[in-house]
């Protein structure tokens, strides 16, 4: 009986030619430069920081679990852009993707929504940034330094994107050592030297549910978790600067 002949593995120029795409791209983004700029795009710190007091007034402490809960099912969502990604390692990300599984009017519209999203985003950041710039920098926070510092924000990530994908994976490889050793240090330091109540405290609903049930409170916590994890298709836009794409994905 003879065995199945395995199909030979494409190359990456040969994989963009089947997609009816040239290979354009000088591909010198590693695979850990590609995780970090993911990682640096959804920074989970920062939606902590953001929404974690929110989440905790709405829920008491037991919203915690909401970060556990969605990190769960991202991860799915996760695979499945990995899973896309490995087929179609196109850079663009959202709309060739979308045109070539759903169609070309769907993939207009996600293409939309994507960059109005995008924008929403990256100014939503900047003007959140701009506090700890100031703060940082020792201006006085009003109208006028907020508006002042977004805007010098904006245009310092305009730059670094315009000073080519070296220079952008560098600032990312950068970003994620920061926010890991935030992360990983701030942590065990408050968990080690500052803390002040037991395991037990992130089942203590403190009452935030008054006489009903406690389910619809912590349905509305899910802030605490709903806004951390997202941005997968980073790491997809800039596909076609990664060797062998359809591996690393």
């Not at 902590?48 to 919203?63: D, E, H, K, Q």
């Not at 245009?155 to 990312?172: C, D, E, M």
């Not at 802030?223 to 836009?237: M, R, T």
Request: one cysteine or more.
């Amino acid at each position: 009986m003879n065995e199945p002949t395995p199909k030979p593995h494409l190359s990456d120029a040969d994989h963009l030619s089947v997609l009816g795409y040239n290979d354009s791209f000088e591909r010198s983004m590693s695979p850990w430069a590609n995780f970090a700029l993911g990682f640096t795009y959804l920074s989970p710190l920062v939606g902590v920081y953001s929404l974690m007091a929110v989440a905790l007034s709405t829920g008491g402490p037991p919203s915690i679990w909401w970060i556990v809960i969605v990190a769960c099912g991202q991860m799915l969502v996760a695979l499945v852009f990995g899973e896309v990604v490995s087929q179609f390692p196109i850079a663009g990300g959202i709309y060739p993707w979308a045109r070539r599984l759903w169609g070309r009017r769907y993939a207009w519209m996600a293409a939309w929504v994507y960059i109005c999203a995008l924008i929403v985003t990256i100014t939503s950041v900047s003007e959140f940034g701009s506090g700890f710039a100031a703060s940082l920098l020792g201006f006085e926070l009003n109208r006028n330094t907020t508006l002042a510092v977004s805007l010098a924000l904006l245009v310092l990530a305009l730059a670094i994107n315009f000073s080519g994908t070296k220079w952008l994976a560098r600032i990312a490889r950068i970003g994620l050592f920061a926010e890991l050793i935030g992360v990983i240090g701030l942590g065990l330091f408050l968990l080690i030297f500052e803390r002040k109540h037991s395991f037990s405290v992130f089942f203590d609903t403190m009452g935030t549910a008054g006489d009903g049930s406690y389910v619809g409170t912590f349905l509305g916590a899910a802030v605490a978790g709903l806004f951390l994890f997202y941005g997968f298709e980073a790491c997809g836009d800039v596909a076609e600067e990664v060797s062998n794409p359809a591996l690393h994905k």
